[in-house]
């Protein structure tokens, strides 16, 4: 089955899969890519210039973007395994106005289309919160569309850990061991119709998979979470389609508006079509 | 799917030692991902080493205790040296082919016997990119490393290279990842001729791969990163494996503790009172801030540390908060 069919918005995100294909020849193995060590202007990343071509074609993207998003990053990757990031929306999602969908991107990653976002009215804000790797000097960026079809892009420059941190994960072999076990949970009280803040822990590897050994044929396939749908009683709030850029044990924390007592659902499947399901029974208070 | 390969029985002694059938493999395979290094005898000269006498027959090079970069030449690991009457090992390589090389030098000087075993304590780049300088000769020497070893420097070691490549200058800048030939599954035991070395592998603790050197006949026991001494610890692997290690290697008889970093300890097991009660106390603020609901930025942003004495707590204890959480938002 399609992971991508399961999108319950209908409209498949065919974003970042058509820029993968798209950009085959520019995920390099980390030795060879530009080895920035500044980031005085994010408009001057030759990543970025082929991924802008290539997933927002000649649209214009405003980085006027105090009111609309904001991103958060460390100044350099303490661990570059994981490395906390936040898009935080600037207002409430509404009918007058909302954010439809975010991207993520590390521009000199392997695969710089970490992740993408979909939102809808029921996602109260259009907030995420998530780790990712950091493989080397690189500019991370947030751009979102907004409902009048404007794109709007944050961009922080992130330094690199130093010498012996490493984006492979702490411990693969105890990841694999727990995979798929799956904890969805909502700290504090919850408030009819208040954006409510949720959080998706997922213990897998979200292996990037090992290079071809050329005399043994030998590698270790690529696994790792590709589609998040989380639902509240049945009503998508969070779309969400990943790749292992996110760190190992994928974590994200989102927002959902509860107009009634309900069901909040989260179904994810990973990139060998193994789908696991978490639900969580929310009682708002008036 | 798993990057661990397959593993083989326990093994106990050296002739029942396993040779890694993927090791001639892997390293062609890493091989495959460099350019060229720079040929050893193409390189400069070595600076002279200094090996510090730690019982008979034993030795220790001091690093020096800052980050590993450029500015050091990478030569901030200890690196050790045990001379039996047949052979010698040494335990770690350096953290750069010019550190192996220099180090190399001091080894020959001080032992009348060929190095038959270099054994890497984890995949930690300060610790293993001097494995090359020790290739080759008439009797190449055996590579010993935790089973667990070539899947993390297969993983790692491209990230160690580039590094290399982006921060330093020279000769130094072009390395090889050198894989274990020889692999210790729990226990193994080296003979290096009237001297017996006795090799633990670990589960995850500083790294997935951290390995123990006890030479027997001296009671001098090298904990490889296992142990810093007056150099924040650094958390990559997990926390409670680590504190499980420290805790079980309290019971052992040992004379002389040899740190990673840092200056060797006859305290024992005082020696590790110091960094269990960092890792102790980061385990305990780090399980609170998730019990009270902290996001993972706002812990590395607030647990402080409480050691002003020791180096590098700038550059390692918002990383290890950041592990450590990682690691503990799983419990319960």
Known sequence: MDADSRSPSGTAPIGRRAALLLLGGLAAAPYARAQLKSGDDPEASPQWQKLRAALFQDRPIS?????????????????????????????????????????????????????????????????IETRIRIDEYSF??????????????????????GGCSAPPGKDPQAALASLGKIRLRVDGDVVLNQATLAQLMISHPNDSGLAMDQLTRQFTPRRYVRTVNVAYDGQPVLSADLDF???????????????????????????????????????PTA | MATQRPCPTRVGG?????????????????VALLVAAAAAADAPAPAAETLEPLAPGVYVRRGVLEDWGAANGGRVANLGLVVGSRCAAVIDSGGTPGDGRAFRAAVERASPVPVCYVINTHAHPDHVLGNEAFEGGAQPPQFVGHARLPAALQKRGPFYLNALRRDFRGPDA??????????????????????????DAWPTAHTDADLTVLDEASGTLFLGD?????????????????????????????????????????????????????????????????????????AVERIGPDRPDWKLLDVFHKRNVTAAYAELEWDD
């Open chain 2, 174 to 199: 072009e390395a090889r990842i050198v894989p274990p030939t020889l692999i210790v599954e729990q226990r193994l035991e080296l003979d290096l001729g009237e001297r017996k070395l006795r090799l």
């Open chain 2, 226 to 298: 296992l142990l810093f001494v007056g150099h924040t610890p650094v958390v990559d692997g997990k926390l409670k494996g680590w504190l499980a290690a420290l805790q079980q290697m309290r019971g052992w008889q040992v004379a002389t503790a040899v740190p990673g970093h840092g200056a060797p300890q006859r305290e024992w097991p005082g020696a590790l009172d110091a960094e269990q009660g960092y890792l102790t106390r980061l385990q305990a603020d780090t399980r609170r801030a998730i019990k009270d609901g902290w996001t993972l930025s706002k």
């Open chain 2, 14 to 30: 050296e002739r029942r030692g396993r040779r890694a059938h993927a090791a001639p493999a892997l390293g062609a395979a890493l």
């Open chain 1, 140 to 161: 991370v960026r947030a751009v979102a569309e907004t409902n009048d079809g404007r794109l709007w892009m944050a961009a922080n420059f992130v330094k690199a850990s």
């Open chain 1, 63 to 127: 980085t006027q973007v105090a009111d609309i998003i904001q991103l958060e990053t460390p100044r350099r990757a303490e661990d570059a395994a994981v490395v906390p990031v936040a898009i935080r929306a600037q207002f409430a999602q509404s009918e007058q106005r909302s954010i439809q969908r975010l991207w993520l991107i590390v521009d000199n990653n392997p695969s710089p289309v970490s992740a993408t976002f979909q939102y809808t009215l029921d996602s109260g804000r259009a907030d």
């Open chain 1, 245 to 283: 850029s996110i760190s190992e044990n994928p974590n994200l924390r989102f927002y959902f508006l509860p107009r009634a007592p309900g069901r909040l659902t989260a179904d994810v499947v990973d990139s060998n079509q193994v789908a696991w399901k978490s639900s969580l029974d929310v009682a």
